[in-house]
């Protein structure tokens, strides 16, 4: 076990690292092992982190950014578990069709922007689909921890529940699962007024069930500061654009299966990141000039601030119009 | 004094609001003194919710003035004690059994308002979520920075604690943990150089 060097930036500095084991963990979802290149064990990470993945497909970059499942206090190895995304932009393709045990990858330094928050009494998760995945290192934690905690995961059918008979084995008492195709569903509403003072929500899964359990808590009381959700959007294809960086002085072409932010690397600018998936706001930057409609799609900019066409996240937003000049 | 607009401050001082009703399963209303009144202030417009609300109220100064017209409220659980030490452990019990989407209200003096807030965080709830409400005295729970004695009802800048004898200097940093201002001596640089005291806010 080693703690992270001092300096190193969260999310952004690489750690080389090897495809060390990969597993079919059912139909549509992959589970992928890592194992650091230069043999030391990996930093122990905070339970709910994430890496992003970088790798190369022939001249292409792909970088993900995927939840770890893998025990947090266990440094030999870090593990992510994929979901096929057959209509995405191939990285998930690339990971389940490609990759190969042995080829090499660079995964960023974990970085959490779904941690536990270790004052609750109880912790209470929603895992929606392949959602389960931050749950599964949050558990290991708590477990750890002795602390107080209860699964709800909901799947379109049992056998698409990736862990959910493990975890059901282990922690009987713990875990419910809910099955689409058997007409079941989390009772929300009695879940939620029936918690103990001092309990958090957690929501991982598709958008729809972030907002039917975030609205159903707000609706009922719960205060925002023990509500956490985490949902990583995937940049989405859309209409080709130009776009000025007046930093850099230099004019892109943004294509229509890239992001702003993929097409400022391409072209050698050097733009910050993190999460990619329009959550964490490190890659927020100033528009200069806006002839146009920029499209936002990022979970960081309140509505207030996506209508003042001040601002843009290149990992998720896109443009639409004439002229776009960005402080890059 | 019933209402008080405190100046200002350092980002440690807490700042008060006025209640006003959120939804919620439950509501818990705690109220010292002429706290009753803002309870009665923000209840007027909307009564209904009561029925499923519980009033602790605490007499420590007031004896009987308010009790008959909060108990008049009809609340689903109304419960009067005599001091905020006397009636912590009915806010102990009420926390234990409340659930998640219950709402919280306190209204009185800072120090009453602090030590309810500190109860209702240690069981897990976040105190931004907890609304507050100032009614009655400025006067200020103190700890003492040196023998960390606590002195309530701290009127004047500089006081004397009442655990060690130093004269101490109210400041404004206070502490959600300890529901105390912090109280610093006034002449540890230039021995018996003491100010005279003045009330607070005056």
Redesign the interface.
């Known amino acids: 076990m080693t703690a992270a060097p001092q300096k190193v930036e969260p999310g952004v500095d690489i750690i080389p690292a090897l495809v060390d084991k990969i597993t079919k963990v059912n139909e549509l979802v992959t589970r992928f092992e890592f194992k650091r290149i230069d043999g030391k064990d990996f930093p122990v990470f905070s339970a709910g982190s994430h890496t992003v993945i970088e790798m190369k497909d022939g001249d292409r970059t792909i970088r993900n950014p995927y939840s770890l499942m893998s025990d947090p206090e266990d440094g030999s190895k870090y593990a992510i578990s994929v979901r096929r995304d057959d209509v995405g932009r191939g990285g998930s393709l690339f990971l389940h069709k490609k990759i190969q045990v042995g080829d090499k990858v660079n995964l960023t330094y974990p970085l959490n922007l779904f941690s536990l928050d270790l004052r609750a009494r109880k912790h209470l998760f929603f895992a929606g689909g392949i959602g389960i995945t931050p749950f599964l290192s949050m558990i290991m934690q708590l477990e750890s921890l002795v602390g107080s905690w209860e699964l709800h995961y909901a799947t379109q059918t049992e056998e698409l529940a990736s862990y959910g008979e493990e975890l059901k084995n282990k922690y009987p008492k713990k875990v419910n699962q809910y099955f689409d195709d058997a007409d079941q569903a989390i009772l929300l509403q009695k879940l939620l007024t029936t918690q103990p003072i001092g309990t958090h929500i957690y929501v991982c899964g598709p958008a729809g069930m972030i907002k039917w359990v975030t609205s159903t808590a707000k609706n009922v009381g719960w205060p925002n500061a023990n509500v956490h959700s985490e949902e990583f959007l995937a940049p989405k294809p859309g209409k080709s654009f130009q776009v000025r960086l007046c930093k850099s002085d230099l004019t892109i072409e943004v294509g229509e299966n890239e992001s702003l932010l993929e097409a400022m690397e391409r072209e050698g600018v050097n733009a910050p990141f993190s999460c990619r998936g329009g959550a964490c706001g490190q890659c927020e930057t100033e528009i200069v000039e806006l002839d146009g409609e920029i499209i936002h799609r990022d979970h960081w900019l309140d509505s207030e601030e996506q209508d003042s066409g001040t601002k843009i996240m290149p990992c998720v937003s896109r443009f639409l119009g004439n002229s776009l000049v960005i402080n890059r | 004094m019933s209402k008080f607009l405190f100046p200002p401050s350092i980002p440690s001082r807490p700042t008060y609001g006025v209640l006003e009703r ?4 439950f509501h818990i209303i705690i109220a010292e003194d002429e706290g009753a009144e803002a309870i009665i202030d923000f209840v007027e417009s909307d009564k209904k919710f009561l029925n499923k609300a519980h009033i602790i109220f605490v007499a420590t100064k007031s004896g009987e003035k308010y009790v008959s017209r909060l108990k008049s409220l009809a609340s689903a659980q109304f419960y009067v004690g005599p001091s905020y030490s006397a009636s912590v452990q009915r806010l102990q019990k009420v ?1 234990e059994a ?6 919280f209200y306190l209204t009185g003096t800072e120090g009453f308002m602090g030590q309810a807030q500190n109860e ?1 965080m240690k ?4 105190h ?2 907890i609304q507050t409400e100032h009614r009655g005295s400025v006067a200020r729970r103190m700890q003492c920075v040196h023998c960390k004695g606590i002195t309530e009802d701290v009127i004047t800048d500089p006081f004397v604690c009442g655990h060690c004898g130093l004269n101490l200097f109210v400041r404004d940093h206070y502490s959600r943990r300890l529901a105390a201002y912090q109280g610093v001596r006034v002449d540890a640089e230039d021995f018996g150089n003491v100010p005279e005291p003045v009330e607070l806010y005056t």
């Not at chain 2, 409340?98 to 709402?103: F, H």
Request: hydrophobic share 45%; proline share 6%.
């Open positions: 959120r939804d919620g399963i926390l409340a659930k998640m989407g219950s709402q209702i069981a897990g709830f976040p931004t979520a």
